[in-house]
């Protein structure tokens, strides 16, 4: 019984070893394995098995980008003024191995050496253009990090400056200026504002000016029209009036040759012609178009004149 028992928990014992020696790695790790205190592999994702009390995994390692949040860093620019600034560098680890043996505190390190290069950068800028230039600034300090953390297995990928912080007499002058910039920005925006009302007003002026001559151009146009239209009118009138008259002239002749009038009727009704045209006060001379004519109104004339005699 004693053998059994023995026996029973030797191959308990095994299985756990067997167990405990079966490595499953997830997704975005590393498992860094050493054999008898040497680097052995870096497992990958998936299934692995190590040899018992000969292999061990030494570390574990993420490989999803990180973040590193730094403290304010004081910093000198060209111009000696001191100020605070605080990074934040985004990292990733690429060679387990390199990370594992390379460097004993690598966040540690990177910040020593974040803060480093960034007070020589900021060292040699202005404090204008310090204020004015972080992209310029994350770029050089990025390059220069991605390059001397790349021993360590660990890839930078980008590096910001977070807050930057001036001497409060400093801050004081930048509120000022700032103040002072926007009033001048409000004047210039101000007297641009009266500067084109004026000039709105003036090409209103200018275009009520213009309608106003138009209107009257317009009304003048139309005023002539109108009389040249009544002249036009008129004169149709007298037109008409003239070949009506004409018209009837030209009935009544045709009335008088239907009646076949005689000589005596036409005689007398060219003295009473003559008797009108006489009675004038103003001088008047009718010459007949026709002597014979002439001759027959003499005689005429003469024998009404024996008439009127031998009745008185």
Known sequence: MGWIIALGILIVLILLIIISSIKIVPQSKAYVV???GAYKDTWQTGLHIKVPFIEKVSAVVSLKEKVADFPPQPVITKDNVTMQIDTVVFYQITDPKLYTYGVEHPVAAIENLTATTL???????ELDHTLTSRDTINAKIRGILDEATDPWG???NRVELKNIFPPKEIQDAMEKQMKAERERREAILRAEGEKASKILVAEG????QILAA???KQAAILHAEAIK???IREAEGEAEA???VQRAKSEGIKLLNASAPTGEVLTLKGLDAFAAAADGKATKIIIPSELQGLASLATTAAELFKDDKKEN
């Open 214 to 216: 138009e209107g009257e």
């Open 154 to 156: 660990i890839k930078v």
């Open 229 to 231: 239209e009544a002249k």
């Open 242 to 244: 003239i070949v009506a």
């Open 119 to 125: 007070r020589n950068i900021i060292g040699e800028m």
């Open 34 to 36: 050493e054999r008898l």
């Open 205 to 208: 002026q200018k275009e009520s």
